[in-house]
């Protein structure tokens, strides 16, 4: 069955709006890759149990504090995506916003969301993507490549994720694309990935 895709949508506010209702989707345990200083406690549904990952010291800081004051006592998990530590089929939703453009491996990351994952459970993956091959904003993306690496958490702009959920084993179920202006007339592309786990892994 293929996902269902929607046409792109060029309003920031839209993606803000398309992100905000997928993650408020996911029940039950849920786990945020990359949680950063805690910006997404206000789109969580009232009554998730919610874990954090997060790598870095500095954000754990404020993230802990962040978590506290949104009512979730369990201190975040210090390791990379590369390597979750949640035992199997220990959550029923994961999702990450703006993440997977930094981390190592792509690929052992969605194997690592697969592995944790219930059967049937959910994932939403809220992220800027590769321009189009040939386009103004992928040519952009490709100058400012060595410097958002260098200060940005190792991001790369040019990462194709849409590409790696679709070669994994996760069943995509929407796909929402949005092209939104980042610096003056330049538009970069975003997608919400909404995917689940089959139910017979």
Known sequence: MEPHQTPPQTEWDAFVAARTRAIRSLLGTVLEIGAG????????????????????????????????????????????AERIPVRDAGVDGVFATTVMCSVSDPDQVLKEILRVLVPGGRVVLAEH?????????????????????????????????????????????????FVVPVIGRLRMPFVVISARKPSGS
């Open 37 to 80: 200083r805690g910006e997404n406690f206000s789109s969580l549904a009232s009554d998730v149990t919610w874990l954090g990952l997060e790598p870095s010291t500095r954000f754990r800081r404020i993230l802990t504090e962040t978590a506290r004051r949104a009512g979730h006592s369990q201190p975040p998990l210090v390791a990379t």
């Open 129 to 177: 993507v590769a321009a189009p091959s040939g386009s103004k904003a992928r040519t952009a993306q490709r100058l400012v490549r060595p410097w958002t690496k260098l200060f940005d958490h190792g991001c790369d702009p040019t990462r194709d994720t849409e590409a790696a959920v679709q070669r994994s084993d996760l069943d995509v179920q929407e796909i929402r694309r």
